[in-house]
T-cell receptor, first 117, second 113 residues
Framework: DQQVKQNSPSLSVQEGRISILNCDYT??????FLWYKKYPAEGPTFLIS?????DKNEDGRFTVFLNKSAKHLSLHIVPSQPGDSAVYFC????????????????FGKGTLLTVNP | DTGVSQDPRHKITKRGQNVTFRCDPI?????LYWYRQTLGQGPEFLTY????????KSRLLSDRFSAERPKGSFSTLEIQRTEQGDSAMYLC???????????FGQGTRLTVV
């Protein structure tokens, strides 16, 4: 049972345009969501996160949107740059008071983003 | 470099052999996590330490797997009698508080032939 789903294995965009990566989850106990970027043969690098009490968090070119009722979040990258080309993982965690685990991240399968010059 | 360090970066072993990986967390981090990533999948939780205590183990961690964190510092992950299905990237992460603040190491790529 996959609790975090990234249904698009890959996405290709032109440099300067917007990249939108999507993620759906099924576990209503999740209360914190993160996006990681991963290059081949390296570990995941934290990009941006959002608490379930918010619906938007912005950091420079990266914005994460959370729609709790739809159990859906998305990562927007504007403008996209060739250096953004990597695999992006959506991850979720449950908080201490939510009944979910606060020691475990549940990851999606990832989306390979390719930004073409 | 004060990040999470994993050794070796790559390991090729024959089926049936034992392997051991090491993880050195960020020095002040008391929480340490092991994850495994297979091809086409996201990282999957294996186990979690708080200081030297192993507080949680995933069902993925079969009897052939053992993890330790003596003295709450570095950690080792041992796989006995390796199988081809063990081929994966083994990731270590550490944090001071919540897992949502964890930093990941570069991983150990295991290939079982």
């Amino acid at each position: 049972d996959q609790q975090v789903k990234q249904n698009s294995p890959s996405l290709s965009v032109q440099e300067g345009r917007i990249s939108i990566l999507n993620c759906d989850y099924t576990n209503s106990m999740f209360d914190y969501f993160l996006w990681y970027k991963k290059y081949p043969a390296e570990g995941p690098t934290f990009l941006i996160s959002i608490s379930s009490i918010k619906d938007k968090n912005e950091d420079g070119r990266f914005t994460v949107f959370l729609n709790k009722s739809a159990k859906h979040l998305s990562l927007h990258i504007v403008p996209s740059q060739p250096g953004d080309s990597a695999v992006y993982f959506c991850a979720a965690s449950g908080g201490e008071n939510s009944g979910g685990s606060n020691y475990k991240l549940t990851f999606g399968k990832g989306t390979l983003l390719t930004v073409n010059p | 470099d004060t990040g999470v360090s994993q050794d070796p970066r790559h390991k090729i072993t024959k089926r049936g052999q034992n392997v051991t990986f090491r993880c050195d967390p960020i020095s002040e981090h008391n929480r340490l996590y092991w994850y495994r990533q297979t091809l086409g999948q996201g990282p999957e939780f294996l186990t979690y330490f708080q200081n030297e205590a192993q507080l949680e183990k995933s069902r993925l961690l079969s009897d052939r797997f053992s993890a330790e964190r003596p003295k709450g510092s570095f950690s080792t992950l041992e796989i006995q009698r390796t199988e081809q299905g063990d081929s994966a990237m083994y990731l270590c992460a550490s944090s001071l508080f919540r897992v949502t603040e964890a930093f990941f190491g570069q991983g150990t790529r295991l290939t079982v032939v």
